[in-house]
T-cell receptor, first 114, second 114 residues
């Protein structure tokens, strides 16, 4: 099945710093790609998605571009805030474009300090 | 936010005791999933359902069973709880809004098996 590898944390940044969380994938075909965010004590929330190659997903100042050449979907934000402190998960369908199961990376914990 | 509730939110039980966790949705979504979240492992799929009375195993299904007698409810049962099943359990749903890959998560149930 498909798989995803994301950089391990934890990542600690000062407020207003630039954020990159790396995610690479192995997949059959060109499935949709997702970033989820989990705030402390909560369930996961969809942060952004991209459904085809070269698509850029964006939300809340975060961006990620679906790059088939490098099989990557790195998450970026130009200026992080304390409120961005959370765990971030990269995900894609478990197998094939028609599969509805998701496989998740192990998560990257981000802490932003004032 | 998607209408997903989980009950109980916290539970402490003893080894060998049966435990049932409930996931309830008000979105009429077709697919429902149970995950467990453990440090160092990210999210792992236990079981999922693709319709009433239609279920299948995920990556870590041993020791767990599920049932779905109506669209809105998906039950996870630990027949005889073990300490290795201490975890945070998340329910998720997908389908009928956005893409079928796009999953919406409940708030989680923290289970401790002593």
């Amino acid at each position: 099945g498909n798989s995803v590898t994301q950089m391990e944390g934890p990542v600690t940044l000062s407020e207003e710093a630039f954020l990159t969380i790396n995610c690479t994938y192995t997949a059959t075909g060109y499935p949709s790609l997702f970033w989820y965010v989990q705030y402390p004590g909560e369930g996961l929330q969809l942060l952004l998605k991209a459904t085809k190659a070269d698509d850029k997903g964006s939300n809340k100042g975060f961006e990620a571009t679906y790059r088939k050449e490098t099989t990557s979907f790195h998450l970026e934000k130009g200026s992080v805030q304390v409120s961005d402190s959370a765990v971030y998960f990269c995900a894609l369908p478990y197998s094939g474009a028609g599969s509805y199961q998701l496989t998740f990376g192990k998560g990257t914990k981000l802490s932003v300090i004032p | 936010d998607a209408g997903i509730t989980q009950s109980p939110r916290h539970k402490v039980t003893e080894t060998g005791t049966p435990v049932t966790l409930r996931c309830h949705q008000t979105e009429n979504h077709r697919y429902m999933y149970w995950y467990r979240q453990d440090p160092g492992h990210g999210l792992r799929l236990i079981h999922y359902s693709y319709g009433v009375k239609d279920t299948d195993k995920g990556e870590v299904s041993d020791g767990y069973s599920v049932s779905r007698s109506k669209t809105e409810d998906f039950l996870l049962t630990l027949e005889s709880a073990t300490s290795s099943q201490t975890s945070v359990y998340f329910c998720a749903i997908s389908g009928d809004r956005g893409s079928y890959n796009e999953q919406f998560f409940g708030p989680g149930t923290r289970l401790t098996v002593l």
